[in-house]
């Protein structure tokens, strides 16, 4: 149980369009997803979170405008990176926690396998 | 402040040495502590955890000790293998729930 997708794993777009990353949980709803990124060696970083159906809550620095989250099902989050560039090129991660599920703990993430966009 | 420390890799082992991997973290309150191991090209899979102190998380001959008097949670293992090489993150949780704090990724080569 408790397995999280992201669609898809890997995405090579030109400079200047959006691309969205899907993430799903698939056999437990995800009260809460997060959003991060990932730079060559280095560790995660946090994005955003999102509660469903409310606004996502961005890390500082992280423009809302340009990584739209949308967080619209319990099961279901999607990252639009909006006119994307060479900067944006990225591994992006997903992860989703549960608030109920029977047997965990409360604070226990799920992560996705992780998405890698690369901007021409 | 939360924030979670550990040593520097790249650690190159031979199969079958002893692994250490030293994380110590700061944080108020009494947070949990994960283990989570990142194979090359993949997302983040939990390797252990522990919720209070002196638990002992331990999965695939992996163990660590939620040491609350020393603030650490150090990462061993008898004897490596060469399917262990990954990068191993550190990270925390406050007790009352939210974001996941990393360290910064400690990278372990096995060589046969």
């Known amino acids: 149980g408790a397995v999280v997708s992201q669609h898809p794993s890997w995405v090579i777009c030109k400079s200047g369009t959006s691309v969205k990353i899907e993430c799903r949980s698939l056999d437990f709803q995800a009260t809460t997803m997060f959003w991060y990124r990932q730079f060559p060696k280095q560790s995660l970083m946090l994005m955003a979170t999102?509660?469903?159906?409310?606004?996502?809550?961005?890390e500082q620095g992280v423009e809302k405008d340009k990584f739209l989250i949308n967080h619209a099902s319990l099961t279901l989050s999607t990252l639009t990176v909006t006119s994307a560039h060479p900067e944006d090129s990225s591994f992006y991660i997903c992860?989703?926690?549960?608030?109920?599920?029977?047997?965990?703990?409360?604070?226990?993430?799920?992560f996705g396998p992780g998405t890698r966009l690369t901007v021409l | 402040g939360n924030s979670v420390t550990q040593m520097e890799g790249p650690v190159t082992l031979s199969e079958e040495a002893f692994l250490t991997i030293n994380c110590t973290y700061t944080?108020?309150?009494?947070?949990?502590l994960f283990w989570y191991v990142q194979y090359p090209g993949e997302g983040l899979q939990l390797l252990l955890k522990?919720?209070?102190?002196?638990d002992k998380g331990s999965n695939k001959g992996f163990e660590a000790t939620y040491r609350k008097e020393t603030t650490s949670f150090h990462l061993e293992k008898g004897s490596v293998q060469v399917s262990d090489s990954a990068v191993y993150f550190c990270a925390l949780t406050p007790r009352q729930g939210g974001k996941l704090i990393f360290g910064q990724g400690t990278e372990l080569s096995v060589k046969p």
């Open positions: 944080a108020t309150g009494y947070p949990s």
């Open positions: 522990a919720t209070k102190a002196d």
């Open positions: 999102s509660n469903e159906g409310s606004k996502a809550t961005y």
């Open positions: 992860s989703a926690r549960d608030g109920g599920l029977a047997g965990q703990s409360y604070n226990e993430q799920f």
